[in-house]
């Protein structure tokens, strides 16, 4: 089976500043892996997917993020944040052999501060 | 642009009502997905749906049910509710084909008292 761990249930950080969410996964067979961001009262957005190919993805909003085989992570990252960026990040694992379910983190929440 | 709409955002129900939470979804999706969502928790997937009539139960199916008569449309139910189905409720959808991408609506807040 997999799990995905997020450690920082919590990360402040000042506008235009950089940031890292860490996410690691667990997984005996190759996967997917997605990041999902969801702003106050809203459902979930993709930010990202890693699917093959390129181990650095980007996404929207100035995000990306690295898949590391070898350390099971896919931290993301911003080089400069934004107010707007507060919200809520779920990364997110699935085996990539036919249909399988989405296993999320339990999330971090991201609080940019003037 | 895909669209999944649910039918409320807020929702108050007794403790013993039956409680019918509905989704929407205008892409042609062949799957469909209930989860909730808790502080601390993550999303939990409740069941899922691969076609019309067909369901699969996820991590924690205990206490609810779903319904699928028609493939743009997928139910959860409620059949007595208790407080500790006070939660966050999102539907999600996603054709059948790589990379399983699921789209998200806005969520029903869920209220037992």
């Known amino acids: 089976a997999q799990s995905v761990t997020q450690l920082d249930s919590q990360v402040p950080v000042f506008e235009e500043a950089p940031v890292e969410l860490r996410c690691n996964y667990s997984s005996s067979v190759s996967v997917y892996l997605f990041w999902y961001v969801q702003y106050p009262n809203q459902g979930l957005q993709l930010l990202l997917k890693y699917l093959s190919g390129s181990t650095l993805v980007k996404g929207i909003n100035g995000f990306e993020a690295e898949f590391n085989k070898s350390q099971t992570s896919f931290h993301l990252r911003k080089p400069s944040v934004h107010i707007s960026d507060t919200a809520e990040y779920f990364c997110a694992v699935q085996k990539n052999t036919g249909f399988q379910k989405l296993v999320f983190g339990t999330g971090t929440r991201l609080l940019v501060s003037p | 642009d895909v669209k999944v709409t649910q039918s409320s955002r807020y929702l108050v129900k007794r403790t013993g009502e039956k409680v019918f939470l509905e989704c929407v979804q205008d892409m042609d999706h062949e799957n469909m997905f209930w989860y909730r969502q808790d502080p601390g928790l993550g999303l939990r997937l409740i069941y899922f749906s691969y076609d019309v009539k067909m369901k699969e139960k996820g991590d924690i199916p205990e206490g609810y049910s779903v319904s699928r008569e028609k493939k743009e449309r997928f139910s959860l139910i409620l059949e007595s509710a208790s407080t500790n189905q006070t939660s966050m409720y999102l539907c999600?959808?996603?054709?059948?084909?790589?990379?399983?991408?699921?789209?998200f609506g806005p969520g029903t807040r869920l209220t037992v008292t």
């Open positions: 999600a959808s996603s054709f059948q084909r790589e990379p399983y991408e699921q789209y």
